[in-house]
């Protein structure tokens, strides 16, 4: 008849009750995920108020929107969530990749985020499939939410299924290039995380977490005429 015939991963071909019900499943899914569309649109609302509220750039929410990739990888990472949830295969996966691809932020299709969530710059940023995020928190460019390692059976092959990256609070704020890993790591609420923190353990709520301030070294350009060395300030 020259239609597609749906096939098993092995090549054969499904018998037609098999076709049915596929198709009775695939509108089961598609129902319920229409039914989730109305919180999606919520949160992304709250996510879109967030970033207008956390950049003084911003000019008006509209601006965040169309021209923010933090915007673009949580509308589509809130989308692709509720697939994942559903147990819908391959299909979050490709939505994240693509949103990856788009922004260079890679956010995992499992990784639970809570409302007024916002990303800026966003270039870089590593979220893993089982961290979770509270509400009204903020992350920069270059941000890892990642694993320490991953544990092994005793044949040496991955064990799945495991908590393996961190838990932020709510309220919490990771800077540029700050790293957090591990399944056990909990950011308490209302903490901040400054740029460049390498973190691999918890850290009670209401804390700031920094490196010690590296030595500044201030010399004349030998390359330039005309000026006189001053570390005053450094």
Do not use: W
Request: charged share 20%; net charge negative; with cysteine.
């Amino acid at each position: 008849s020259g239609g597609s015939i749906a096939r098993r991963e092995n090549g054969n071909s499904l018998t037609t009750a098999e076709q049915e019900e596929c198709a009775t499943k695939a509108v089961a899914i598609t129902d319920d995920f229409l039914q989730r569309l109305p919180e999606v649109r919520r949160l992304l609302s709250l996510d879109v108020q967030a970033a207008y509220d956390g950049d003084p750039a911003a000019e008006h929410t509209d601006e965040t929107i169309f021209c923010y990739p933090g915007v673009f990888a949580i509308m589509v990472h809130r989308l692709a969530h509720e697939l994942y949830q559903m147990e819908v295969p391959l299909l979050p996966r490709i939505m994240s990749e693509y949103a990856h691809s788009v922004t260079g932020i890679d956010i995992h299709p499992g990784a639970k985020i809570g409302e007024s969530f916002f990303i800026d710059h966003g270039t870089g940023v590593v979220i893993g499939e089982t961290t979770t995020i509270g509400k009204n928190c903020k992350i920069y460019q270059g941000v890892t939410l990642g694993a320490k390692s991953f544990p092994k059976d005793s044949r040496g092959r991955i064990v799945r299924g495991t908590k393996r990256h961190p838990t932020l609070g709510d309220g919490v704020t990771v800077y540029a290039s700050a790293t957090v890993l591990g399944g056990d790591t909990v950011i308490g609420h209302d903490c901040v995380i400054s740029g460049g923190v390498f973190l691999a353990r918890s850290v009670p709520p209401g804390h700031v977490v920094r490196n010690v301030s590296p030595e500044l070294v201030l010399r004349t350009n030998p390359d330039a005429d005309g000026y006189e060395s001053d570390a005053s300030g450094i």
